[in-house]
């Protein structure tokens, strides 16, 4: 498998140094297309944590997610985090309202800057 694309890597680090969530990316994986907004990995695991205590069935795993962090992160980024993305299917985006996913940079094949816009008209 080819090491992580450097400038994928380098928009990972700076997501993650700026703590902001601005930046839109697409990205092919095997299997799917994932469009979206890049947040922090921080961010990220805060809004999966309020999902998952928003379900009285699926509150214990919230913990997981808000772990106190160990303060020893990796050198360079392993994974992005996207919020509000879709995977892209055809004409349409899932979910509509856009969802969480954790994406390994290891496994993005093609990449673009943007947030892929789709329409069923």
């Given at each position: 498998?080819?090491?992580?694309?450097?400038?994928l890597?380098?928009?990972?680090?700076?997501?993650?140094?700026e703590?902001?969530?601005?930046?839109?990316?697409?990205?092919?994986?095997?299997?799917?297309?994932?469009?979206?907004?890049l947040?922090?990995e921080?961010?990220?695991?805060?809004?999966v944590?309020?999902?998952?205590?928003?379900s009285?069935?699926?509150?214990?795993?919230?913990?997981?997610?808000?772990a106190?962090?160990?303060?020893q992160?990796?050198?360079?980024?392993?994974?992005?985090?996207?919020?509000?993305?879709?995977?892209?299917?055809?004409?349409?985006?899932?979910p509509?309202?856009?969802?969480?996913y954790?994406?390994?940079?290891?496994?993005?094949?093609?990449?673009?800057?943007?947030?892929?816009?789709?329409?069923?008209?």
């Amino acid at each position: 498998m080819a090491p992580p694309d450097d400038l994928l890597v380098r928009i990972a680090a700076m997501v993650e140094a700026e703590q902001q969530s601005q930046m839109s990316l697409t990205v092919v994986l095997p299997g799917a297309v994932i469009t979206g907004r890049l947040a922090p990995e921080a961010l990220w695991k805060e809004r999966v944590a309020e999902v998952l205590r928003a379900s009285e069935e699926l509150r214990p795993f919230a913990a997981v997610f808000t772990a106190p962090d160990t303060g020893q992160k990796p050198p360079r980024p392993t994974h992005l985090h996207f919020h509000l993305a879709r995977i892209l299917q055809g004409t349409m985006g899932i979910p509509d309202t856009g969802g969480m996913y954790r994406v390994a940079l290891a496994d993005v094949s093609a990449w673009t800057v943007g947030d892929i816009a789709y329409s069923d008209q």
